[in-house]
């Protein structure tokens, strides 16, 4: 059975850094490629970033480009998000799903950016 | 950016009864777009991939239509589980983009 764990989740202010983790199980984390989505509170959902299976290629909303890093150690099974210069606007429910044209979600972490 | 257009934005209905929600694609995506359904304070899952292939497990009364522009998510005889919101997200070019949202609300 596929899982996705997401951890790291948490208030920080704004300015603040987090850095988010997924744990994957029951698939070959190596084989597949990886994105992280959010939803801020009573909101859509929104796809962030995307990474390739051996990451060589990582792609980037325009709304975290330069703030927020996607990678992953398929060693360990788990994909990261390091979240830096936080906005009380990234406050929002991160899930990390699986595969190009996303499959499985994890059941996702709270962000809270507030002073 | 592909823009995807989803509509309508909610809507009322009863257990029994046929619903259609719609996703229009900014250009044409082929039939690279899926569905899914998201319970209240729970994860996204997806229905259909490939804008018609139903995922496993998923009930037969969930299907999808479309190619190109165009699709269509087709929910016959609705169940009292099936009230939820219903996203389609387009894979045929980055960045991914989402359908606003469907909110099957209960009549």
């Known amino acids: 059975e596929v899982q996705l764990v997401e951890s790291g989740g948490g208030l920080v202010q704004p300015g603040g850094s987090l850095r988010l983790s997924c744990a994957a199980s029951?698939?070959?984390?190596?084989?597949?490629?990886m994105n992280w989505v959010r939803q801020a509170p009573g909101k859509g959902l929104e796809w962030i970033s995307y990474i390739s299976s051996n990451t060589d290629v990582i792609y980037y909303a325009d709304s975290v480009k330069g703030r927020f890093t996607i990678s992953r150690d398929n060693a360990k099974n788990s994909l990261y998000l390091q979240m830096n210069s936080l906005r009380t606007e990234d406050t929002a429910v991160y899930y990390c799903?699986?595969?190009?044209?996303?499959?499985?979600w994890g059941q996702g972490t709270l962000v809270t950016v507030s002073s | 950016d592909i823009q995807m257009t989803q509509s309508p934005s909610s809507l009322s209905a009863s257990v029994g009864d046929r619903v259609t929600i719609t996703c229009r694609a900014s250009q044409g995506i082929r039939n690279d777009l899926g569905w899914h359904q998201q319970k209240p304070g729970k994860a996204p899952k997806r229905l259909i991939y490939a804008a018609s292939s139903l995922q496993s497990g998923v009930p037969s009364r969930f299907s999808g239509s479309g190619s190109g522009t165009e699709f269509t998510l087709t929910i016959t005889s609705l169940q009292p589980e099936d009230f939820a919101t219903y996203y389609c997200l387009q894979h045929n070019n980055y960045p991914r983009t989402f359908g606003q949202g469907t909110k099957v609300e209960i009549k």
């Open positions: 799903a699986r595969n190009k044209w996303i499959d499985y």
């Open positions: 029951g698939f070959t984390f190596s084989n597949y490629d």
